[in-house]
């Protein structure tokens, strides 16, 4: 199966830098993606990492270190607006039970 | 274009009633599922749809039917529902398969219906 890691909840400051972390465990690891979610919302694609390092997109940054398990989205600038939960998901799985699994979400408070 | 929606956005079932959630999308996709949310949880895969007249279960689809007649329309049945039904359920869509490799498999969510079971 496939596990995924991710802080419940995280705060910090208006114009600040965060980074959201994502740690996971899966079988033929093919694909790592970031959505956001704003309360009582849809979540929203941010970002998408199938090879090692760093994608940017604007204020928002997403890495993936494969060999580690590991990635991170990097948060610029921090704006009120990005008060949110930011969804980790990690594709998958031997060939036949491929699967998209999603973390439970890390929910970002963003104070002035 | 309208994107995904859903209906209804709210509705509370009695245990072993019965229900349709709809789901539409206007983007000519080929992929669509049906996730659950629950609290502490992360979305999961009730079912999914590769194209019109083609369905698959997704990591929990039971209790759940669903059926794929035209691209743009994707039912999901609750056959008799029970409170751990209870949930948020979003409809997704997406141009390429997100469970397989060659792309990004970017999804476009629906603004989901929050179901109640009493």
């Known amino acids: 199966g496939q596990n995924i890691d991710q802080p419940t909840e995280m705060t910090a400051t208006e114009g600040a830098i965060v980074q959201i972390n994502c740690t996971y465990q899966?079988?033929?690891?093919?694909?790592l993606f970031w959505y956001q979610q704003h309360a009582g919302e849809a979540p929203t694609f941010l970002s998408y990492n199938v090879l090692d390092g760093l994608e940017e997109k604007g204020r928002f940054s997403s890495f993936l270190s494969r060999s580690k398990g590991y990635s991170y989205l990097l948060l610029k600038e921090l704006q009120m607006k990005d008060s949110a939960s930011y969804l980790c998901?990690?594709?998958?799985?031997?060939?036949?039970?491929?699967?998209?699994?999603f973390g439970s979400g890390t929910r970002l408070q963003v104070q002035p | 274009n309208a994107g995904v929606t859903q209906t209804p956005k709210f509705q509370v079932l009695k245990t072993g009633q019965s229900m349709t959630l709809q789901c539409a999308q206007d983007m000519n996709h080929e992929y669509m599922s049906w996730y659950r949310q629950d609290p502490g949880m992360g979305l999961r895969l009730i079912h999914y749809?590769?194209?019109?007249?083609?369905?698959d279960q997704g990591e929990v689809p039971n209790g759940y039917n669903v059926s794929r007649s035209t691209t743009e329309d994707f039912p999901l049945r609750l056959l008799s529902a029970a409170p751990s039904q209870t949930s948020v359920y979003f409809c997704a869509s997406s141009y390429s398969n997100p469970l397989l490799a060659g792309g990004p498999g970017e999804q476009y969510f629906g603004p989901g219906t929050r179901l109640t079971v009493t």
């Open positions: 899966t079988s033929g690891f093919n694909g």
């Open positions: 749809s590769v194209g019109a007249g083609i369905t």
């Open positions: 998901a990690v594709r998958g799985g031997d060939t036949g039970r491929r699967a998209l699994t």
